[in-house]
């Protein structure tokens, strides 16, 4: 095939882990020593001088602290050599605006995790149709879920190959993340019709074309009994604690199974998430979708004391079931999924969409009865329908008058290029 034709992409692919209460333990000491080592750099830097704050003093000094600190010798020489580099990489995001200045991990609001630079000490195989094996460093074989084909074996080479890997575990038990790079065949352009999108609570996303994606609770009626029962158990326990007091392990454990029933809710909405958009970019060419602020679009209402808020309560819950919705998440599946099936996501201004007509193009006040109904109040219009695929059609609209925004990529380019004029005309 000629080269011309082929891409190159990088991805990751998320696998859950099935291992021993002997690997449990092993990894969960590999995650601590990375997380400790870590924040032994961190004192290190806040101590040397400027001129000292290179990587080779670094490296010396993880190194010493390996030799005095036995607990460190349970992290892979390599894996602290990548807690080193994402540590100093961490500070270059500081520098260059991208990111906030690395600060100290503490150990119950830091997620656990250990890197594997090299792809070629994982050894990975394939043991049937529903299971892999893979080499963890001090750690063994151990079998993960085998859900999608990886470039291994007969089928990997120097451009089709995994890259390196990352342990993370979160309430469900541990979980491996693969770098994939994969060498693939250039997408024609797609042929599909163009769409907008409107997204909501009661209608999670609905097409101007008049078709909707929906979904049921992410818990069922008896999970989210049970989270109820030890919400409320975690509750009397914390409120029995005296001050001072460490928590128990009994209210730890009730906290570990709220956890683990909120992690499943957030793996089922994913899922659903992957799965409606990645429908959404093969059918369509181009999707539109509104430019919103959604951190805006969540704020309290509670106001100040001066001037209260009106309906604090309800708004809560509405800021609740947007935030549960994800629509920001939604959004990036999309950007990157129509990339690939050489697709378009486009963004349109926000403001109206919902209260103008998509018929006679008017914005007429009341038209917008309920939540779920719009009827147009023009006297020469009287258009009515769903409000939701009305909204859809005007985002739809917008794109077609040519009101589209930059891209996101597009604009990080725009930017880029702003910045750049001064200094060259200098």
Known sequence: MNQDTLIERRFGHRARLALSPAGVLKTDGQAHAARTMWNLL???????????RTLGHADAAIRQ???????????PAQAAQAVLKTYFQAWKNCWDGRADAPNFKGRFRTVMSVDI????????????????????????????????????????????????????????????????????????RHQGSDVGIDVGVTVPIALSDGGTYEHDDWLTGKEQAKLLRLEQRAAQRKAHRKPGEHTSRRLHHTYDQIAGLRAKAKRRALDW???????????????????????????????????????????????????GE??????????????????????????????????????????????AVFVCKNPDCGWSGNADHNAARNVLHLYRMGLALIPAAGRAVVRRAKRVKPATAR
Not at 42 to 52: D, G, R, T, Y
Not at 351 to 370: A, I, K, Q
């Open 273 to 323: 998430q992957h799965q409606t958009t990645t429908t959404i970019a093969r059918t369509y060419g181009t999707v539109v979708v509104e430019a919103l602020t959604i951190t805006n679009v969540v704020k309290s209402a509670r106001g100040t004391i001066e001037e209260p808020g009106k309906n604090v309560a309800q708004k809560s819950g509405l800021n609740r079931s947007i935030s």
């Open 326 to 371: 994800a629509w920001g998440r939604t959004v990036a599946m999309l950007t990157y999924k129509t990339a690939r099936h050489a697709g378009t996501l486009v963004r349109v201004p926000a403001p109206g969409t919902s209260r103008r007509c998509s018929v006679c193009g008017l914005t007429t006040p009341g038209s917008r009865e309920s939540q």
């Open 42 to 52: 961190h004192a290190w830097w806040q101590m040397m001088p400027k001129e000292k």
């Open 65 to 75: 602290a390996r030799e005095d600190i036995d607990f460190l010798a349970a992290l």
């Open 117 to 188: 630079p090299q792809g070629r000490d994982l050894n990975i195989t394939r043991v049937h149709r529903r299971w892999g094996m893979a080499n963890v460093p001090k750690v063994g074989r151990v079998r993960f879920r085998w859900t999608k084909d990886l470039p291994v074996g007969k089928h990997a080479d120097g451009q089709n190959r995994i890259t390196g890997a990352r342990l993370v575990k979160d309430a469900l038990g541990w979980h491996i993340a693969f770098r994939v790079q994969a060498l693939e065949a250039k997408p024609d």
